[in-house]
């Protein structure tokens, strides 16, 4: 499954040769920012580099922050108790992830791992609340971008869900759980 809607980057970058800032000004977060906001930001990321098949996060680790690619590819997972992996997102260079952690003290909804030698571009939940403290309209303007990209994800996964709920047809409808039959009084 390659990465497409919500989860796709259309500002796709094109060559490795930009700078931070302008990596980071085609992320939907940091898009608003004035150049001079920017260069401040491009201050404040941590750069990391990811060899293939090394995890970057685990599901339901505390999540620290967010991540944007800047050469490489990402797989995203889900695990479940038969150590089989759903596949949700193939990412590469330009896209980004794992943005809910910025809002703090929330777990990672999926696993993140390196498909090949990747180098990440680092923006995390105290790097925000810094921006906040000290740049409070950069700050404001970083939360809406988060806002607004949270909300889009919503809705594209309720659009995802629907479609599922289509093809199923409309007589699969999750019904409350009835009681047993033994509970039912008469």
Do not use: C
């Not at 620290?64 to 089989?84: F, T």
């Not at 992830?97 to 180098?119: I, N, P, Y």
């Not at 309720?158 to 479609?163: G, H, K, P, V």
């Not at 709920?165 to 019904?175: E, L």
């Amino acid at each position: 499954m390659k990465a497409d809607g919500i989860w796709a980057n259309i500002f796709r970058l094109h060559a490795r040769k930009d700078s931070l800032a302008e990596i980071l000004r085609n992320i939907p977060l940091f898009h608003d920012l004035t150049p001079k906001e920017l260069k401040i930001l491009e201050r404040m990321v941590h750069i990391r580099t990811y060899l293939p098949d090394e995890t970057i996060f685990l599901e339901t680790e505390p999540g620290a922050g967010m991540y944007v690619i800047r050469s490489g590819r990402v797989d995203i997972v889900l695990n479940n108790q038969r150590e089989s992996q759903l596949m949700l997102a193939e990412l590469e260079t330009g896209d980004f992830f794992g943005e809910m952690a910025l809002l703090g003290d929330t777990s990672r909804s999926a696993t993140a791992v390196a498909r090949e030698r990747s180098e990440l571009i680092g923006f995390f939940h105290p790097d925000l609340i810094e921006v906040n403290s000290v740049h409070p309209s950069m700050g404001a303007r970083i939360s809406i971008g988060l806002a607004k990209t949270l909300a889009q994800r919503l809705r594209y996964t309720n659009s995802q869900l629907r479609d599922i709920w289509d093809i199923r047809g409309h007589h699969d409808r999750i019904q409350a759980p009835r009681e047993p039959r033994e509970a039912q009084v008469r």
